[in-house]
């Protein structure tokens, strides 16, 4: 695939054209890259200009604000204070967008789901729980990485994890390993499965969809974890919803403007600038949940 060079700010006059179109590539280490291409409405941006030019702030000719924000005028939000509900939105999806790219770079070969029986009654314990189990996974699978996200139960009184792992360890010694983990908060030592009323918690693997299918199963367990990412826990100030394994590092995005002032035309022009010809252009097949936003995992690269 060729490298970009294309322009990282909008490429028209954001007020008169105020609805322009971005690329964003995102390369993973062991599944084709996935672009997305995506219309940016600048017309809200423009009416904060507007409503600050009203004001008597300075301004250039064209109307826009000179340094409308910058860190020495920006107030520090207050961790105390509640969040703005569209601030709490934008967060979490981010936050599942971040989560998505951390799955698919990590290409997991399952889905692991830990419950407790009411151990887990604070999140800040139930992280402390994956900390330990991580720890020793490590030890007899130096390889193993994962993306955990808690989930409160429906009681309201303790939480469970489920994670995208990819690991060689069966359910048999996963269980044994929580086991201790879990034994572990109370500094009580074991060193094998305990079982019926003994047991504290439990351990649910699943391995999904064909062998073969990597990109496939990775978008899958992906859509089902994001599903757990807690909007309660985002309307918190430094509150993470999710935790990745330090041995995964998912690549920096690549974002650029494009000319095309169309849907159609700006997906091929992406593509072009990408390396396809048009022929191969037309082979690509683009998803488009909304009339906003199209993607692609672009299979077939050019060289």
């Known amino acids: 695939m060729s490298e970009i060079l294309a322009p990282a700010k909008p490429v028209h006059n954001t007020w008169l054209e105020p609805v322009q179109f971005r690329a964003r590539l995102q390369r993973y280490s062991g599944l084709p890259p996935e672009l997305v291409v995506r219309a940016i409405d600048f017309d809200p941006e423009n009416e904060r200009y507007m409503q600050a030019y009203r004001r008597g702030l300075p301004h250039t000719e064209s109307g826009q604000v000179i340094q409308m924000s910058t860190a020495r005028n920006r107030k520090r939000r207050d961790p105390a204070a509640p969040r703005d509900p569209e601030n709490v939105e934008r967060s979490l999806f981010r936050a599942k967008r971040r989560l998505k790219d951390s799955v698919k770079e990590l290409a997991p070969t399952a889905l692991l789901t830990?419950?407790?029986?009411?151990?887990?009654?604070?999140?800040?314990?139930?992280?402390?729980?994956?900390?330990?189990?991580?720890?020793?996974?490590?030890?007899?699978?130096?390889?193993?990485?994962?993306?955990?996200?808690?989930?409160?139960?429906?009681?309201?009184?303790?939480?469970h994890l489920h994670i995208a792992v990819r690991t060689v360890l069966n359910h048999k010694v996963l269980r044994r390993l929580w086991h201790i983990a879990l034994c572990g908060l109370d500094g009580v030592r074991v060193t094998k499965t305990l079982r019926g009323a003994e047991s504290p918690g439990n351990v649910d693997l699943q391995?999904?969809?064909?062998?073969?299918?990597?990109?496939?199963?990775?978008?899958?367990?992906?859509?089902?974890?994001?599903?757990?990412?807690?909007?309660?826990?985002?309307?918190?100030?430094?509150?993470?919803?999710?935790?990745?394994?330090?041995?995964?590092s998912v690549q920096k995005a690549q974002r650029f403007y494009l000319a095309a002032l169309t849907p159609e035309a700006a997906r091929l022009e992406a593509l072009q600038i990408l390396g396809f010809t048009p022929e191969q252009a037309l082979n690509v097949r683009f998803w488009t949940p909304d009339d906003k936003v199209a993607f692609a995992v672009l299979r077939d690269c050019p060289e």
Not at 135 to 150: H, N, Q, T, Y
Not at 208 to 218: E, P, Y
């Open 207 to 248: 391995f999904g969809g064909r062998t073969g299918d990597v990109a496939g199963r990775a978008l899958r367990i992906a859509k089902y974890i994001g599903k757990y990412l807690s909007k309660d826990l985002h309307a918190q100030f430094g509150r993470k919803s999710y935790a990745p394994t330090r041995n995964i």
């Open 114 to 159: 830990l419950t407790s029986r009411n151990r887990l009654k604070d999140l800040d314990t139930a992280f402390v729980a994956w900390d330990a189990l991580r720890r020793l996974i490590r030890k007899v699978d130096p390889e193993f990485a994962g993306v955990v996200v808690p989930e409160l139960h429906a009681s309201g009184l303790h939480w």
